[in-house]
């Protein structure tokens, strides 16, 4: 992709940088580090992401072995990221402001305009929706049209969720974020359109058969209420093989208590594991442990250690699979013996044969799951749920 020859050049601390106008790097650049120590979002080996006084975010790539060193130097992935960037915008495609990119070596950046009140649109799902129970009909429309200008605007997103996608709740606006690796080829191939097609899976956790095919129908992925329907049910098994292809890894890192998924926590010497929403913040933060403990919403199960861990991972691997159930939130350690707390929901079991009934066993079967009638919940607000795990063959 071509670079913009509208950007200023800067040399700073061996640093070479293309900026959309001079002076972006006076307030920040020359105390990068201190701000990747004290303002860190997230991190990994190989990259690093920081935010400078709510005005950038900045990401800093640093390869380790020698291979990617010099794949780096040849081909500098903070260019490749601004020049996509650019690309879209011009393109009429909301995206983040990218402001500049730089390198040292094989080192390089990006840094783009940091939106306040921003959040990623799965963040924003998770809270309002799954977690909170609102009505999701506005915001599923929103966001199919963002999604739906995207798909079709003859660009290809390998890496297209929920997760790349920033929404402002104050200006209801979506734009796409970590644009690295986006192209724009002469045709897309069929293939490619089908990877992009894949991202209604994000909604299965809460959205109906109904607002399912509406969402396949109106992205354009299949063209008759009954294609939709059968594209939908067989987009969710081809997810069932792939997540439990994945599930080897994601057992061990749960077991792990990778950060992800597991907040550790201790009171008094009493060690507690608590579970983390989907969008990675713990349902019970460990500050208000104590008073969760004590507050009566929570029932308490006894297991076996080996019992209890069983059904901490069966949860887990349901929450993958985006099938609605009583989730144990603490799993507090106590040798031979642990303690699953689950919240206390108000509800029934249901009537058997409504839809929404034959919805969640349709939805279990593509999973392989055959839960008892006894075992599903209708809450008093109608939404239908496994009400205990642990009775489940997974």
Known sequence: MAESTELSMEQRRGW????RASGLLDSWFDQYEQYLKSSLVKSNQVRSVFKVNDQYFVKLDRPQNLLHKLRAYLCCKARSEFDTAMQLENAGIPVVKYLGWGRRGCLSMTFSEAIPDAVT??????????????DHTVFLDKL????????YSGF???DFHLGNVLYSPQTGQFALVDVYGISRPECLAVSQMERMYKIVLAFRDIISDVEAEKLVLFLGVRDT??????????????????LNDEWPKRCRQILENYRKFITPASIDGQEYLLRNSPCAEPFITPAGLPQMLNSGALEKVTFPADEAFAVWLKSFRLQFYGIPHRQPLILEKNGSQCVLYFPKIEGKIPDSGIPEVTE???????????????????????????NDPALLDL
């Open 16 to 19: 070479k940088w293309r900026l």
């Open 144 to 151: 199919a049209g963002f999604l739906k200008k995207f798909i």
């Open 225 to 242: 209420p009954e294609e939709a329907m059968l594209y939908f049910y067989s987009a969710l098994k081809a997810e069932a093989a792939f």
């Open 121 to 134: 649109a799965w963040e924003f799902w998770v809270r309002e929706y799954i977690i909170g129970g609102k």
């Open 360 to 386: 969640l066993l349709k939805r279990c079967a593509c999973f392989s799951i055959s839960p008892g009638h006894e075992n599903l919940l209708q809450t008093v607000n109608g939404r239908i749920l496994i």
């Open 156 to 158: 290809f997103h390998p």
